[in-house]
């Protein structure tokens, strides 16, 4: 079935016309299910991965309904609140937003910590139409007597696995019980996992459901690959994947993922003083910090960009054509969120992932909730087969089933190996 072309959608002409400008014409899978039924009202439980288009899934409709129905928002108070778990993907709600809305008269305001809260507070008096928010710093505000959340219309819980994954169960249900009982709730998630669902249950009222992919699939796109080597030999095989990514003819930026900030900070050091141009992002850095970072990630001056968990949620940058996961996460379904930070808006992409001994568990839990075996790059100096045939031992079936690859200088990245494109399985 052919999805409603935008200019079909019941919009008002200021929306229409900020989409045409922006060549969309056609609504991506969860827009075309998700703009209609918000447009009449509905709750919504709605699973998708980031980089499908669910912010315009959400914005617009909200857009459309402050145009119909404008008002002045009351001292300190919002019509709209969008919780996300991180400041950056707060930073890029609020950017969305103002792109769609640049001609629809309204009012918004980002409220998140790292940077100074005068200016947000400031921002709140008269009231806001629209306030993007990160847990903490608006409890903070709140405790402090400065937002007032009983005028909340429309209410969005984005990224809402990454908020429990972050401990803000607690502060989500806090903040909701502070919002009026009449109210549009909207709830987004990669993920549904039971803890998810549950608290869906006490957020909205008999909601529509929109699920675009399955909850633990990977990106089709993605040529995904694990090696197997001594902690020690991490390094050497990076530098070699990031020579080779160098002299890709396009999508040449890559993200690195360290499971800690330390790890982060000492590998983007060790690798700047071997030549590569390296910054790392995570929570310890001020919001000035990771924003100019991010900056000259995207415009290519730094192409190799070394995160944590926390930080890289917001990295949206389509251009980005290897994710190494330097060490695997201790929470599988942070596997589906690394490796989606490429085959960006329908590009290819590569995930390499280097597994030690002592990280043998974490594939195996990952490997379970993507429901399939990554298959093996052993076309390398430190590979250890010893690892890889204990692991294929623990598989059902045996090995995954896919041949090794081989070969010099194939792959989006480089470093050998056949390229081919692997789909998690329903």
């Known amino acids: 079935m052919t999805p409603t072309p935008f200019e079909a959608l019941p919009l008002a002409a200021p929306i229409q016309r900020v989409l045409r400008e922006l060549d969309y014409h056609t609504p991506s899978p969860i827009q ?40 002045q928002a009351r001292p300190k108070t919002c019509r709209t609140l969008v919780l996300a778990p991180t400041r950056e993907l707060a930073g890029q709600v609020g950017k969305s937003f103002n792109t769609y809305g640049q001609y629809v008269r309204f009012s918004q305001t980002l409220v998140y910590g790292g940077v100074g809260q005068v200016p947000q507070i400031n921002a709140m008096r008269r009231g806001v139409d629209v306030l993007v928010a990160t847990p903490g710093r608006l409890l903070d505000l709140i405790d402090q007597r400065h937002i007032d959340l009983s005028q909340v219309e429309f209410f969005v819980l984005d990224e809402v696995d990454r908020m429990l994954d972050m401990g803000f169960l607690r502060d989500v249900k806090r903040i909701v019980s502070m919002l009026p009982a009449k109210r549009q709730s909207l709830f987004f998630s990669a993920t549904l996992a039971p803890n998810i669902v549950e608290l869906a249950r006490t957020i909205l009222r008999e909601p529509a459901h929109v699920s675009i992919m399955p909850e633990t699939t990977t990106a089709e796109k993605i040529d995904q690959q694990v090696c197997f080597l001594a902690r020690d030999s991490k390094r050497p095989l990076l530098e070699q994947l990031l020579r080779a990514q ?28 071997s030549g590569f141009a390296a910054d790392a992002i995570h929570g310890n850095k001020s919001q000035a910090q990771r924003e100019k970072a991010l ?120 470093g050998g190996g056949q390229r081919r494109s692997f789909r998690g399985r329903r």
């Not at 617009?60 to 402050?66: D, E, V, Y």
């Not at 002299?247 to 993200?255: C, F, N, R, V």
């Not at 590009?347 to 399939?372: D, H, P």
């Open 246 to 273: 160098a002299g890709a003819t396009h999508q040449k930026l890559t993200i690195v993922f360290s499971r800690t900030k330390h790890g982060a900070n000492k590998l983007a050091k060790s690798l700047c003083a």
């Open 32 to 71: 075309a299910q998700a703009i209609p039924l918000l447009l009449q009202g509905r709750d919504l439980l709605g699973c998708a991965q980031t980089g499908t288009g669910k912010t315009a899934g959400f914005a617009l409709p909200i857009l459309q309904a402050l145009h119909e129905r404008p008002k």
């Open 295 to 414: 900056d000259r990630f995207k415009k290519g001056l730094t192409p190799v960009l070394v995160a944590t968990d926390v930080a890289a949620r917001g990295v949206d940058v389509k251009d980005v054509g290897l994710v190494v996961n330097y060490d695997l996460p201790n929470e599988p379904e942070a596997y589906v969120h690394r490796i989606g930070r490429t085959a960006r808006a329908g590009a290819e992409g590569r995930a390499v992932s280097f597994c030690s001994e002592e990280e043998l568990e974490f594939l195996r839990e990952i490997e379970k909730i993507i429901r399939m075996s990554i298959p093996r790059w052993d076309d390398h100096a430190w590979h250890i087969e010893a690892l890889a045939a204990h692991h294929a031992s623990w598989r059902p079936g045996g090995r995954s089933g896919s041949k090794p690859s081989h070969g010099g200088g194939g792959g989006n990245g480089g």
